[in-house]
């Protein structure tokens, strides 16, 4: 039996028969044909491509029912493609010209295009994956080399890749596939997003599972943990069968508490808010108790496009959210691109660490008029609803004046242009950096509320990679440094009046709810699924007893003890959610 470590990014378990899903790379040699051959060659790529737009649209149509519409765009970009009268015309050329093949042509022409998108704006680069999985497509169409369809399948198993493609991701068979290992990837690859949207337990960035197992084997998904097993025995299987069974009742049991306040016992009332991605997912926050959204990130609308979206395109998107939930608080964040949202091993110029660098704010400060085409939208949409307007890892305080006079250049450009926009909107940071924690108070003086994002405060504080599994183990929000800047950021929020949340994965979290109440958080926000839990523990104690976590916690000066020591207390009061096979 071997067990991988990965990062989870849908919790649940799945058991089932692996189906091992290869790059299918394929070897296309240059191979000359007779001039009179040419036709039938152009034939069989017209009929080659017919069957890829009829199996696109096919994906896009159940796409759209099982997920959203807004999960089904990616599938735009290649109907677009492969309907564009210019590569058509390439295709022939290349086939007639070079008296090749038509494998040959479309592998030619199109990594040619690859090298295209390669020479755009970094946020483009994304579609250089999804012009590979075209060529895939028209290859396999061509060629007859057919794998295991995803979107077909006749009975359950669990999917292991090394990566996937957005349409392999999004074409799945959902009441067949039950849960997904992936070797690379992260939190927001394409992959992880379509996952989290169809509820299916999936682990990625477990650098080589895909070579350990072969079609067929047991494979349990731990979703929870980040934790895939191999060649599981009969024990473990049945341990984690009874462990899944007992997730289902204990999720359906916290169905109670989705019309009850998030109210301590002694009567201080917490806001808890959802994260989404899509505005389709606004809905799944409902269903769970949320009561507004505390982060709204909009930079799907760019990785799953073809094309920069318009701002028509933003502002229904904005709106849609927003009158969903009106009289509700929608936080809107803007464009958070950069660093692992778009693939540097493809990019122009790849950067060094670009965790550190032209990434969020300071990539939209560089691109300007796409930065004022979100803006106009977002001031626009908000005429329909609560909506607050959040830039992302500010470090400095002449960052944040920039992006609000961008802002005010928009709104004074609207109101000339005599279109409706809402004037007081208001206007917050998100605090992911040691700067911006350290600095709170003079933030305070400027802003009208913070954000604690938690995954890039921990990253920056602590120098680790959160994607990376080798020091993954050294990611941890109970180191006391951490503590201590989020305590700071609460208390600097405190003394200037004006509200603080915190929406990273932290704050969906069980072990750590004691301790954010103890700190002074009022306001949670969290993946949807994690809202109940969050709710069940709020309910389950004072905010005398959380004061008291949060004091020892003070005291305590290694993450191995804080994390003991919560781990103990949140057990005490709430064993159901430490279920483990």
Not at 433 to 460: H, R
Request: charged content about 25%; hydrophobic content about 40%.
């Amino acid at each position: 039996m071997k067990i991988k470590k990965g990062i989870g990014v849908c919790p649940g378990v799945a058991i089932a028969p692996a189906v091992v899903i290869d790059t299918e790379d394929f070897d296309i040699p240059q191979r000359h044909i007779p001039t009179d051959h040419a036709q039938a060659e152009i034939a069989r790529l017209k009929n080659a491509v017919h069957v890829s737009k009829a199996e696109l649209l096919d994906l896009q149509k159940r796409t759209v029912e099982r997920i959203g519409k807004e999960a089904a765009s990616i599938f735009d970009f290649h109907l677009g493609l492969l309907s564009d009268k210019i590569l058509q015309s390439k295709f022939t050329d290349t086939i007639t010209g070079g008296h090749v093949t038509a494998e040959y042509a479309v592998a030619t022409v199109l990594r040619g295009y690859a090298k295209e998108f390669l020479a755009m704006p970094q946020y483009l680069a994304e579609r250089v994956k999804d012009v590979y999985d075209i060529e895939k497509r028209l290859l396999r169409n061509l060629t007859g080399q057919r794998k295991q369809s995803l979107g077909h399948l006749r009975q359950d198993v669990v999917v292991l890749a090394h990566d996937m493609t957005p349409s392999q991701t999004a074409g799945m068979d959902r009441k067949h596939i039950l849960g997904m290992a992936i070797d690379a990837g992260g939190p927001t690859s394409h992959t992880a997003i379509v996952a989290r949207a169809m509820g299916i337990p999936t682990v990625v960035s477990l650098s080589d599972v895909s070579s350990e197992a072969a079609g067929g084997d047991i494979v349990i998904i731990d979703g929870n943990r980040g934790l895939v097993i191999l060649q599981p025995d009969a024990k473990t299987i049945n341990e984690y069968a009874r462990l899944g069974q007992e997730q289902v009742e204990f999720a359906h049991s916290l169905d109670v508490l989705r019309e009850l306040p998030a109210e301590t016992k002694d009567g201080h009332v917490i806001s808890l808010l959802g994260n989404i991605e899509f505005p389709d997912e606004a809905e799944k926050v409902i269903e769970k108790g949320g009561q507004g959204i505390g982060l709204y990130r909009t930079e799907f609308l760019y990785l799953g496009s073809d094309r920069e979206p318009t701002e028509e395109d933003q502002y229904k998107a904005y709106r849609q959210v927003l009158e969903r939930f009106k009289g509700r608080t929608v936080v809107i964040r803007t464009l958070d691109l950069g660093a692992d949202k778009y693939t540097q091993s493809r990019a122009r110029s790849p950067e060094r660490n670009p965790m550190l660098g032209c990434r969020s704010i300071r990539l939209c400060l560089q691109n300007i008029p796409m930065f004022k085409t979100q803006l106009r939208a977002l001031l626009r949409a908000a005429v329909h609803g609560d909506a607050w307007i959040m830039f992302p890892l500010i470090s400095s305080i002449p960052e944040f004046r920039q992006a609000k006079a961008v802002l005010k250049d928009v709104a004074e450009d609207l109101e000339e242009e005599n279109i409706a926009y809402r004037a007081d909107m208001p206007v917050g940071m998100m605090v992911e950096t040691p700067s911006a924690a350290l600095m709170a108070d003079t933030f305070a003086k400027e802003v009208d509320f913070f954000s604690i994002g938690t995954n890039d405060l921990i990253q920056y504080t602590l120098a680790v990679d959160r994607g990376n599994e080798k020091v993954s183990s050294l990611f941890t929000p109970t180191n006391p440094a951490v503590i201590r800047l989020i305590a700071e950021v609460i208390k600097a929020a405190h003394r200037h009046r004006i509200d603080v949340s915190l929406c990273g994965e932290m704050g969906a979290n069980p072990e750590y709810t004691l301790l954010l109440l103890g700190l002074g958080l009022e306001k949670f926000s969290c993946s949807p699924p994690s809202i109940p839990e969050i709710k069940k523990i709020i309910r389950s104690v004072t905010l005398s007893q959380a004061r008291k976590v949060a004091q020892r916690v003070m005291d305590l000066d290694s993450e191995t003890e804080i994390t003991n020591y919560l781990r103990s207390q949140t057990r005490r009061i709430f064993p159901e959610a430490y279920m483990e096979p």
